[in-house]
């Protein structure tokens, strides 16, 4: 389990505490502090991951001062990418279904959604280490092109295990 999980686990209150303990209840509560946790998780991803788009921001104007406006086309695509992979975690469907819900989300898949969210917070540091290097070759053309790929490979890489993560969510 995250720590997400076993701190909301943890701050659950007499009652609540009473409640978990009745046939039926039990396991509602524990999908819904795992929803929870999930949710928890995914904010903070969103928020990490929009640190490092705001770094491209202050790249593209270093770049632009040093080197011209003809690598703005690129820099740009890479930062619709990295906003596109930030709004599909920020909506992405939450851990868990509803007892009315069409997609029902069983105990192993949620272990394979946490599993994936630990991966997404792997890929930030992917990331983080492909923008030091985006930074760093801001005014040189050869370091650029090649500090770009990198940057495009990791938010590709980080964007294709999102789309796993969702295929668990719907089973296609």
Known sequence: MSANYENIRRQRGA????????????????KEMRREADRLLREALVRDYTIQLDRITAV???????LGVEWMSALGALKTALQTLIDRIRHAPQ???????????????LDQLEAFDQQLVGELEKIKTALDALESAAGDPVALQTALAQANQAVRATTDLFAQRNKVMTGV
């Open 15 to 30: 009652i609540e505490a009473f409640f978990g303990n009745l046939p039926g209840y039990k396991g509602y509560k524990e």
């Open 60 to 66: 593209q104007n270093r770049v632009l001062e040093a």
């Open 95 to 109: 851990g868990y279904a509803g007892f009315f819900d069409a997609v029902r989300v069983k105990e192993e898949q």
